[in-house]
């Protein structure tokens, strides 16, 4: 659970309790499903991303659409644009992951002209545009018959999710 | 306030860490460069597997049972430059600098250096890091998210024995409930999460306590793992704002130490400040 972005590697004086986590544990009747999905930029490097547990149909099709996007070269616009990065992608990947629910409409995916991608709903009278070009920095823009609400997010997706809920109603 | 102290401190290890934008230019060659800045104070280096990005997310991701987990290559190169003794290191990566102190073979509680004197080392290690980069064209750091992290191995005393009796060293995992049941407990391990705010009541971290049973692997003896760890935003992208955010996070972490423990063990570890 708690995914250590300091500590170094253990001493070698200690034998930890080889414990399963809580999300680990699989009751026999369960059945666990792990998928990994590969995405591939035109630099030779790629992302790899795991899923553990059954992924919305919304997610593996937003994946695709990343993946169309990761494989735009530079200028792919005409007009200069820098190439999608995989910053962007991952950026946008884990605000899926963790703003999303299963029954929240599929996205659009978009590049931006800057390198960074854009998910994109426009239903039921509300458009919600959420934009990354570098990892927790997220540009949120968002308008329905009420009115119109624009924020820079840093991870902070309090006000984010009534809005993103108001999609699936 | 004061904070309370420990003379005898169960402590193992403290890592301050500022993540940061991924650098685009920090390569392989940038690092060697780097470490001739550090190498009179820190002879050694050890290259390790890359830390992927961590965030803080509010509110927390709803648990709909799918986790992901993300994993980029080529993998960008962790890099450790360690003191002699192993005691001391610097880990930097093309998103990270980690501070890490770590008790070696043959230290006692007396030769932690307080956190004062390692607030001051990151600070100055920081600040080379962030010269360098400057001068070199590697570009600038704007911290996105900060790291700080004390481990204890709790080791049995006259207090406790084995891992079943954790409550003796936790009193809030209260065994009179588990002492219902007919059969007798073994061990345990805890998560607990507490969210962090800002002046204006807004999420900016989380303290996660962690505590695991554990065996010194030489003598087999019981330990406990105690793990407190503060992980948040920063109020700006600075190494002051990562200062700031650390010296709060300190208070916090000995905070919950000292409000997790028992009074009993707390007289074992000879508090002060009481």
Not at chain 1, 148 to 160: A, G, Q, S, V
């Amino acid at each position: 659970m708690l995914d250590q972005m300091s500590a170094t590697a253990p001493r070698m004086l200690l034998t930890e309790c080889n414990y399963p986590s809580s999300e680990g544990v699989t009751a026999f009747s369960e059945a666990s499903r792990s998928t990994t999905v590969t995405l591939r930029d035109n630099t030779g490097g790629s992302i790899d991303v795991h899923v553990t547990g059954e992924a919305p149909q919304w997610f593996v099709a937003m994946l695709e659409d990343i993946q169309k996007a990761l494989v735009l070269r530079a200028n792919w616009d005409g007009y200069g644009a820098i190439a999608v990065t995989k910053e962007a992608a991952r950026s946008i990947i884990m605000l899926a992951a963790n703003l999303m629910r299963p029954n929240t409409p599929r996205p659009s995916v978009v590049p931006t002209n800057r390198g960074g991608l854009q998910l994109e709903w426009h239903q039921g009278g509300v458009d919600l545009e959420i934009r990354s070009s570098m990892p927790g920095v997220y540009e949120a823009f968002y308008c329905d018959a009420d009115g119109e609400w624009e924020r820079t997010l840093f991870f902070n997706f309090t006000e984010l999710t009534p809005k993103l809920a108001k999609l699936v109603h | 306030m004061k904070l309370p102290e420990f003379e005898n401190h169960p402590l193992n290890e403290v890592a301050m860490a500022v993540q940061f934008a991924p650098l685009q230019h920090l390569h392989t060659p940038r690092l060697g460069a780097l470490w001739q800045l550090f190498r009179s104070r820190f002879p050694s280096v050890e290259e390790h597997p890359p830390l992927e990005p961590q965030f803080e997310v509010f509110p927390s991701p709803p648990t709909s049972g799918v986790n992901v987990r993300l994993e980029t290559h080529p993998p960008r190169p962790r890099v450790w430059f360690l003191t002699t003794d192993g005691a001391q290191l610097v880990q930097i990566q093309n998103d990270r600098f980690i501070r890490n102190w770590r008790r070696s073979e043959g230290m006692t509680a007396a030769s932690y250096p307080r956190y004062s004197k390692l607030r001051e080392e990151f600070e100055k290690d920081a600040g080379l890091f962030a010269d360098f980069l400057a001068r070199d064209g590697g570009g600038e750091p704007k911290i996105n998210q900060c790291e700080l992290t004390y481990i204890n191995q709790v080791a049995p005393c006259a207090v406790w024995k084995t891992h079943a009796e954790f409550s003796r060293v936790f009193p809030w995992v209260t065994n009179k409930q588990i002492a219902t049941l007919p059969m007798e407990s073994e061990d345990g391990q805890f998560l607990l999460r507490f969210i962090l705010r800002d002046a204006a009541n807004a999420p900016v971290g989380r303290l996660a306590v962690v505590v695991q049973p554990a065996f010194a692997r030489d003598t087999g003896e019981p330990r406990f793992i105690f793990r407190l760890t503060v992980r948040g935003a920063p109020s700006g992208v600075s190494i002051d704002s990562a200062l700031k955010f650390f010296d709060a996070g300190h208070a916090m972490i000995v905070k919950a130490f000292d409000a997790l423990t028992s009074a009993e063990m707390h007289a074992a570890w000879r508090k002060k400040n009481a």
